[in-house]
């Protein structure tokens, strides 16, 4: 099993930065990918970005250019850099480890980003 926890979340005016963290343990070994994804309230949870184990970075085109992935396995920590916030990227930011027992979970925080 693998345990997340993400912090970082917050309130943010519009144009602002945040920086997410997901602190991972138990089974690192076994990750194959890290990813964030968020769910805003009365809508779908949705991928934001995945990187997985060779570096390999992907992104939804809602934050191409603003938002940057990252990973420090020394330390068993990911990372969201998240730049030009927008009010439409207010939402609970969930951090996932796709992992060869299956997909894990953190509890979420929460980003609200005002206009």
């Known amino acids: 099993q693998v345990q997340l926890v993400e912090s970082g979340g917050g309130l943010v005016q519009s144009g602002g930065s945040l920086r997410l963290s997901c602190a991972a343990s138990g089974a690192i070994f076994s990750i194959n990918a890290m990813g964030w994804y968020r769910q805003a309230q009365g809508k779908q949870r949705e991928l934001v970005a995945t990187?997985?184990?060779?570096?390999?970075?992907m992104y939804a085109d809602s934050v191409k250019g603003r938002f940057t992935i990252s990973r420090d396995r020394a330390k068993n920590m990911g990372y969201l850099q998240m730049n030009s916030l927008k009010p439409e990227d207010t939402a609970v930011y969930y951090c996932?480890?796709?992992?060869?027992?299956?997909?894990?979970w953190g509890k979420g925080t929460l980003v609200t980003v005002s206009s």
């Open positions: 990187l997985t184990n060779v570096g390999t970075a």
């Open positions: 996932n480890a796709a992992t060869r027992f299956g997909e894990f």
